[in-house]
């Protein structure tokens, strides 16, 4: 099947026992048994709800994998996996990861006796040299945010596969309209479902997709024991909200295209970072592993001032962190989403307080340019 006839049917049969064409919200913690030991497949709802594995069965179509876990947050999702390594096993992560994962990996896990290593992932020999005998798993972002920098999934999981190390990928960016890392040979695939695939700005939400048996064994073991399950309301607003992601996701692509082309044209911007332009350094590879170049464009300016007086000035793009919703965000990463990874740490890889991070919506784009052509000029 197609994209969108899976995103709109798989998981989500009519109600057998109502015909409600919509998988209703089991707003349910516990279900009875019919004796002792026999249940229909649910019997409290940490543990599973109907709800949420429709939506687990739903993710894992979209993304090309066997299983769907969904969790409370991103967080969660990639917290679940960095349980799956034990005290003295190290990990490599992606230098421009998202904030909130490198402090979680930095300020929390590193206590639990894990290592992370974070490397300039967009050149494969960098991670052939991180590699330690005491590696367990590779953590890409890919692209990352906000520079947009990719990795070649299917290379770096080349040189994993051979020496035993787990790749995930986390694919909040592309969404899986246009980017199936397991396709291209990763064990497993993360989201912020709170992003492109919940899409309405109104849902916080994670969730890990894979194919091995043994890992998803692992890994719904680590959800049902921490307990970071999202609700049923929420799974079901996600439900809802895949239903649209292709139709939301060709505009997205467009409007950003649009967005990022007339950004190139400003004397007044210094630099433009988008897949899709043939000035970014990965274009070729965005191609290759990717069928679009989705909704989010960087810029830099000259100086931190400018920079605050074009966010400041914008009308229709919200200053607000967060990301993929149908509305326009604007951004500042340095002391927004990145705040917490220090000065000089970000500086180093290019993150500067000059950046600005548009999330371009699904608004008319005439109206997004002209908003931005208003601020900035
Ligand atoms: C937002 C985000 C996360 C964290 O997800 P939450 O749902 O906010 O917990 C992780 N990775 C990326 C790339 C994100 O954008």
């Known amino acids: 099947m197609g994209f969108s006839t899976d995103a709109i049917h798989s998981g989500q049969p009519p109600d057998p026992s109502t015909g409600a064409v919509i998988t209703p919200i089991f707003q349910t913690t516990t279900y009875c048994l019919e004796e002792l030991g026999k249940d229909k497949g649910f019997v409290y709802s940490r543990s599973g709800n109907p709800t949420r594995s429709a939506w687990e069965k739903n993710i894992a179509v979209l993304e090309k994998g066997?299983?769907?876990?969904?969790?409370?947050?991103?967080?969660?999702?990639?917290?679940?996996?960095?349980?799956?390594?034990?005290?003295?096993?190290?990990?490599?992560?992606?230098?421009?990861?998202?904030?909130?994962?490198?402090?979680?990996?930095?300020?929390?896990?590193?206590?639990?006796?894990?290592?992370?290593?974070y490397i300039d992932m967009s050149n494969l020999e960098n991670l052939k040299a991180a590699i330690q005998s005491n590696t367990r798993l590779v953590f890409i972002e890919s692209p990352t945010n906000p520079l947009l920098i990719l990795t070649d999934i299917a290379g770096a999981v080349d040189i994993c596969r051979e020496r035993g190390i787990l790749v995930s990928?986390?694919?909040?960016?592309?969404?899986?309209?246009?980017?199936?890392?397991?396709?291209?040979?990763?064990?497993?695939?993360?989201?912020?479902?709170?992003?492109?695939?919940?899409?309405?700005?109104?849902?916080i939400g994670g969730v890990i997709v894979l194919n091995s048996d043994e890992l998803h064994d692992k890994l719904k073991f680590i959800q049902n024991s921490v307990g970071a399950v999202p609700s049923p309301f929420d799974v079901w607003l996600l439900l809802r909200s895949t239903k649209t992601l292709a139709v939301r996701m060709e505009r997205h692509n467009f409007n950003a295209s649009e967005v990022a082309n007339y950004l190139s044209r400003q004397k007044k911007i210094k630099k433009v970072i988008y897949l899709g332009l043939d000035s970014h350094p990965q274009n070729e590879l965005a191609k290759k592993q990717m069928r679009g170049f989705g909704g989010m464009v960087t810029f830099e300016v000259e100086?931190?001032?400018?920079?605050?007086?074009?966010?400041?000035?914008?009308?229709?793009?919200?200053l607000a962190e967060s990301l993929g919703g149908v509305e326009s965000l604007v951004c500042h990463p340095s002391t927004m989403t990145h705040a917490s990874i220090p000065k000089e740490v970000r500086e180093k890889y290019g993150l500067t307080d000059r950046l600005v991070r548009l999330s371009v919506g699904i608004e008319d784009v005439e109206d997004l340019i002209n908003d931005l052509d208003s601020a900035i000029n």
């Open 66 to 117: 066997k299983y769907g876990l969904a969790f409370a947050s991103g967080m969660s999702a990639i917290h679940a996996v960095s349980k799956l390594l034990k005290s003295g096993e190290h990990a490599i992560v992606s230098n421009d990861v998202y904030g909130g994962t490198y402090r979680l990996f930095n300020r929390v896990m590193t206590d639990y006796g894990l290592e992370f290593s």
């Open 169 to 203: 990928v986390d694919n909040t960016f592309m969404s899986p309209y246009f980017q199936n890392p397991l396709d291209l040979g990763a064990d497993i695939v993360i989201h912020s479902s709170t992003k492109y695939l919940g899409g309405h700005s109104d849902v």
């Open 303 to 318: 100086s931190f001032e400018k920079a605050k007086d074009i966010m400041h000035r914008l009308k229709i793009f919200t």
